[in-house]
């Protein structure tokens, strides 16, 4: 703790004192004798910290035995799931080997740090920085534990070196109030001796304020006759009394911290706090005058960094700080501690200014991937210099070990909620499976717990309208269609309001026309037609794409243009093409998946020849003709088959993650392909004129790719 923030306290919890410190004297006797230099008061506080686990082994061995004096270094998600597993589970069990006929058979870790999944390389860096006390930003998309985490760290951080915080009247200047931190529940102590001795002092001031008062009606009724010249000195003395009392009031502390009752480390949650919520304030007094304002003291109100000294201040979305509370949140990091004033300059709490107040905290910053381009970058420097930065993965790969933990999160969300029926071994599965389906990598498992967790809720929510007891993989299968997001409600309302006005052709041949495929969202097909048009041209030839396109769309349909200036065999200078993605909405085109189906598209209206329309599309295109990975594939293909579509294109790259539900697998069949010339193949009608055209454009990029040849798709394939 910085030099100063607790007036020159021991660590033992004695509190060293000034006898010439004039706010200490009217509670010192208190006080010291709080602190065990007296009898009673003191010596019970010593017991009940005696009584206290020192650094938390107490808790601890309640989860791994009485015997185990386990570290830190034993919590995390390495901890094996409890229950009984084969011996040699089959590769092909989605239970992992589990012996389990419910979640009910499923023992849930008491410690949030050992109910973590997934996040290995994360879990790891949040039990350093809690051994060393080290700051930590977590990046990466909502809903992948990060606030799981900050919670976890938290428990892991000691109890004992919790403190009170008490703000004092400062009698020299009542603008500048006094600061003194206590051990973790003396403050409460501290408070009520002083309102105790506060209260015997003022029964003794109202004692002797009715014996004036009596005296002097006495007086003025019986000898001096003047009953209302005695009425008026009573009420004088007695406004006088009152008064004066106030002074004593004002003695008495206000406890600006209080963790009397904290059983871990404090947790502060700030995202999205206003300055004074996070930084502290001082209320607004109108009674500033004629002695009737409350005490600036007793106007102080803690915030979020203050109340997190010792433990942990969690803030999500840290770029939607404005830039002025992040320079002083960089402050209360630099310099472990913060003084609270007024947050509006037009209160009368902006007069106020207390002492600084301990801010000893370990900050958790989180955001997005866009979190750290608006993020202050001195406080970003403070976080890095001191701690650890963390990107939050997405996707797991597929282990026994890993499908046996996502079946103990079916059970930890429902013992979370409290309110849902148990599982069945085959609603586990179809929850993993659906993990699998979200994860869009082959061998992979989605870490998106929170919108997972919504579907193991909605599913027990359904089991439970129906009286039923236990949630089965019907459940399941109705919430999965319950719990579509809004993207995908919109997406099959698109599909639904197309059929009925005939733009969405779904059988023929029709020259220039092609249905490509796109994602909304995150897990939402949808089908967009693609249309293109040859005109003669006015100057020198263009190509015109339309639709909302966006920043790597644009760039897509300049590498298609490339190959068709090399295909084409008429002078395109002279011709302009155009291309329209039909009904692509305000929400625009995004991404570079549609470079296929614009190449198809254009080839076609330059050539004349038709598009089946049973087919759609979606995948990348090289400016060499090469078809690249993207991303959505398995809701793009089911999308394709709610459309009408017998056949789907898709690249050769994105073949092993397809993971389409069962009621799709028999309506649509799949062509992986890898190069241009094989799209235009399936696509084009008419063998000979389609053949001559494949030819060509085989010979023209020089890149078709031979038997056993494989194209390197990028890292990241686009999302569109």
Same mark, same amino acid.
């Given at each position: 703790?910085?030099?100063?923030?607790?007036?020159?306290? /021991?660590? =033992?919890?004695?509190?060293?004192? !000034?006898? $010439?410190?004039?706010?200490?004297?009217? @509670?010192?006797? %208190?006080?010291? &004798?709080?602190?065990?230099?007296?009898?009673?008061?003191?010596?019970?506080?010593?017991?009940?910290?005696?009584?206290?686990?020192?650094?938390?082994?107490?808790?601890?061995?309640?989860?791994?035995?009485?015997?185990?004096?386990?570290?830190?270094?034993?919590?995390?998600?390495?901890? /094996?799931? =409890?229950?009984?597993?084969?011996? !040699?589970? $089959?590769?092909?069990?989605?239970?992992? @080997?589990?012996? %389990?006929?419910? &979640?009910?058979?499923?023992?849930?870790?008491?410690?949030?740090?050992?109910?973590?999944?997934?996040?290995?390389?994360?879990?790891?860096?949040?039990?350093?920085?809690?051994?060393?006390?080290?700051?930590?930003?977590?990046?990466?998309?909502?809903?992948?534990?990060?606030?799981?985490?900050?919670?976890?760290?938290?428990?892991?951080?000691?109890?004992?070196?919790?403190?009170?915080?008490?703000?004092?009247?400062?009698?020299?200047?009542?603008?500048?109030?006094?600061?003194?931190?206590?051990?973790?529940?003396?403050?409460?102590?501290?408070?009520?001796?002083?309102?105790?001795?506060?209260?015997?002092?003022?029964?003794?001031?109202?004692?002797?304020?009715?014996?004036?008062?009596?005296?002097?009606?006495?007086?003025?009724?019986?000898?001096?006759?003047?009953?209302?010249?005695?009425?008026?000195?009573?009420?004088?003395?007695?406004?006088?009394?009152?008064?004066?009392?106030?002074?004593?009031?004002?003695?008495?502390?206000?406890?600006?911290?209080?963790?009397?009752?904290?059983?871990?480390?404090?947790?502060?949650?700030?995202?999205?706090?206003?300055?004074?919520?996070?930084?502290?304030?001082?209320?607004?007094?109108?009674?500033?005058?004629?002695?009737?304002?409350?005490?600036?003291?007793?106007?102080?109100?803690?915030?979020?960094?203050?109340?997190?000294?010792?433990?942990?201040?969690?803030?999500?979305?840290?770029?939607?700080?404005?830039?002025?509370?992040?320079?002083?949140?960089?402050?209360?990091?630099?310099?472990?501690?913060?003084?609270?004033?007024?947050?509006?300059?037009?209160?009368?709490?902006?007069?106020?200014?207390?002492?600084?107040?301990?801010?000893?905290?370990?900050?958790?910053?989180?955001?997005?991937?866009?979190?750290?381009?608006?993020?202050?970058?001195?406080?970003?420097?403070?976080?890095?210099?001191?701690?650890?930065?963390?990107?939050?993965?997405?996707?797991?790969?597929?282990?026994?070990?890993?499908?046996?933990?996502?079946?103990?999160?079916?059970?930890?969300?429902?013992?979370?909620?409290?309110?849902?029926?148990?599982?069945?071994?085959?609603?586990?599965?179809?929850?993993?499976?659906?993990?699998?389906?979200?994860?869009?990598?082959?061998?992979?498992?989605?870490?998106?717990?929170?919108?997972?967790?919504?579907?193991?809720?909605?599913?027990?929510?359904?089991?439970?309208?129906?009286?039923?007891?236990?949630?089965?993989?019907?459940?399941?299968?109705?919430?999965?269609?319950?719990?579509?997001?809004?993207?995908?409600?919109?997406?099959?309302?698109?599909?639904?309001?197309?059929?009925?006005?005939?733009?969405?052709?779904?059988?023929?041949?029709?020259?220039?026309?092609?249905?490509?495929?796109?994602?909304?969202?995150?897990?939402?097909?949808?089908?967009?037609?693609?249309?293109?048009?040859?005109?003669?041209?006015?100057?020198?030839?263009?190509?015109?794409?339309?639709?909302?396109?966006?920043?790597?769309?644009?760039?897509?349909?300049?590498?298609?243009?490339?190959?068709?200036?090399?295909?084409?065999?008429?002078?395109?200078?002279?011709?302009?093409?155009?291309?329209?993605?039909?009904?692509?909405?305000?929400?625009?085109?995004?991404?570079?998946?549609?470079?296929?189906?614009?190449?198809?598209?254009?080839?076609?209206?330059?050539?004349?020849?038709?598009?089946?329309?049973?087919?759609?599309?979606?995948?990348?295109?090289?400016?060499?003709?090469?078809?690249?990975?993207?991303?959505?594939?398995?809701?793009?293909?089911?999308?394709?088959?709610?459309?009408?579509?017998?056949?789907?294109?898709?690249?050769?790259?994105?073949?092993?993650?397809?993971?389409?539900?069962?009621?799709?697998?028999?309506?649509?069949?799949?062509?992986?392909?890898?190069?241009?010339?094989?799209?235009?193949?399936?696509?084009?009608?008419?063998?000979?004129?389609?053949?001559?055209?494949?030819?060509?454009?085989?010979?023209?990029?020089?890149?078709?790719?031979?038997?056993?040849?494989?194209?390197?798709?990028?890292?990241?394939?686009?999302?569109?």
């Amino acid at each position: 703790m910085p030099e100063g923030s607790q007036d020159g306290e /021991e660590p =033992d919890g004695n509190e060293q004192t !000034d006898d $010439d410190d004039p706010w200490r004297s009217p @509670g010192s006797t %208190i006080e010291e &004798t709080l602190a065990g230099n007296g009898e009673s008061p003191g010596e019970t506080f010593d017991e009940d910290i005696d009584e206290q686990p020192a650094g938390g082994d107490e808790q601890l061995s309640d989860t791994h035995g009485e015997n185990e004096e386990p570290t830190i270094d034993d919590l995390g998600s390495d901890v /094996e799931i =409890d229950a009984e597993i084969e011996d !040699d589970p $089959d590769p092909e069990d989605l239970l992992g @080997g589990l012996k %389990i006929d419910s &979640t009910e058979e499923i023992n849930i870790p008491e410690r949030l740090v050992d109910q973590v999944i997934g996040q290995e390389h994360a879990r790891d860096v949040i039990i350093k920085a809690a051994k060393q006390r080290r700051h930590v930003m977590m990046i990466g998309a909502p809903g992948t534990g990060k606030s799981m985490l900050a919670k976890a760290m938290s428990e892991l951080l000691p109890k004992e070196e919790l403190q009170d915080v008490l703000v004092y009247h400062n009698p020299d200047d009542g603008n500048k109030p006094k600061v003194r931190t206590v051990p973790a529940g003396k403050g409460e102590q501290i408070v009520q001796a002083h309102k105790e001795e506060a209260r015997k002092r003022n029964q003794m001031r109202s004692f002797l304020m009715w014996i004036i008062i009596i005296v002097v009606l006495g007086y003025a009724l019986i000898i001096a006759g003047q009953i209302l010249l005695g009425i008026l000195a009573a009420g004088i003395i007695y406004i006088a009394f009152k008064y004066a009392s106030r002074g004593s009031d004002a003695m008495v502390p206000n406890l600006l911290v209080n963790n009397a009752d904290t059983k871990t480390a404090p947790f502060r949650d700030a995202t999205g706090a206003h300055a004074g919520a996070l930084l502290g304030d001082v209320r607004h007094d109108p009674f500033q005058s004629g002695g009737m304002e409350t005490p600036s003291h007793d106007r102080v109100e803690a915030g979020a960094i203050h109340k997190a000294n010792k433990g942990v201040l969690f803030v999500d979305e840290i770029n939607t700080l404005d830039i002025r509370s992040q320079q002083h949140l960089m402050t209360a990091i630099q310099e472990g501690e913060f003084g609270i004033t007024g947050q509006s300059e037009r209160s009368s709490g902006a007069m106020v200014q207390t002492e600084p107040v301990p801010t000893d905290f370990i900050m958790i910053a989180a955001g997005n991937l866009d979190a750290m381009e608006n993020m202050h970058p001195a406080l970003r420097n403070r976080i890095k210099g001191y701690g650890y930065e963390v990107y939050m993965e997405e996707t797991i790969e597929d282990t026994p070990e890993m499908r046996r933990k996502y079946a103990r999160f079916v059970a930890q969300e429902i013992t979370k909620d409290g309110r849902l029926p148990e599982f069945t071994d085959d609603a586990i599965r179809e929850i993993i499976l659906e993990s699998k389906r979200r994860a869009g990598r082959k061998n992979h498992l989605s870490l998106h717990f929170r919108t997972l967790g919504g579907l193991v809720r909605v599913a027990g929510d359904i089991a439970r309208g129906e009286d039923a007891e236990m949630t089965t993989r019907q459940h399941v299968l109705a919430a999965k269609d319950r719990s579509r997001s809004i993207e995908q409600q919109l997406a099959d309302d698109y599909i639904e309001r197309r059929k009925d006005y005939e733009i969405q052709v779904a059988e023929g041949y029709v020259v220039g026309r092609v249905n490509g495929l796109a994602v909304m969202g995150e897990d939402s097909g949808i089908m967009l037609p693609v249309m293109a048009e040859v005109a003669p041209s006015q100057g020198p030839g263009d190509v015109i794409a339309t639709g909302q396109l966006k920043e790597m769309a644009q760039e897509s349909v300049s590498n298609v243009s490339a190959i068709i200036k090399k295909f084409s065999d008429v002078n395109i200078s002279e011709k302009d093409i155009h291309i329209q993605f039909i009904q692509a909405g305000q929400q625009g085109v995004d991404g570079d998946s549609a470079s296929i189906t614009v190449a198809a598209a254009v080839i076609s209206a330059l050539e004349e020849v038709g598009v089946d329309q049973s087919l759609a599309m979606t995948g990348s295109l090289s400016v060499r003709g090469d078809v690249l990975p993207v991303g959505g594939v398995t809701h793009k293909i089911e999308a394709a088959a709610k459309s009408g579509c017998d056949r789907v294109i898709i690249p050769e790259s994105n073949k092993q993650d397809v993971m389409i539900e069962d009621e799709y697998e028999e309506m649509i069949e799949i062509i992986p392909v890898s190069h241009i010339s094989e799209v235009l193949d399936v696509a084009l009608e008419g063998e000979p004129e389609k053949d001559s055209l494949v030819d060509r454009l085989k010979n023209i990029t020089g890149s078709a790719l031979n038997e056993g040849a494989s194209v390197a798709g990028p890292s990241s394939p686009s999302p569109q």
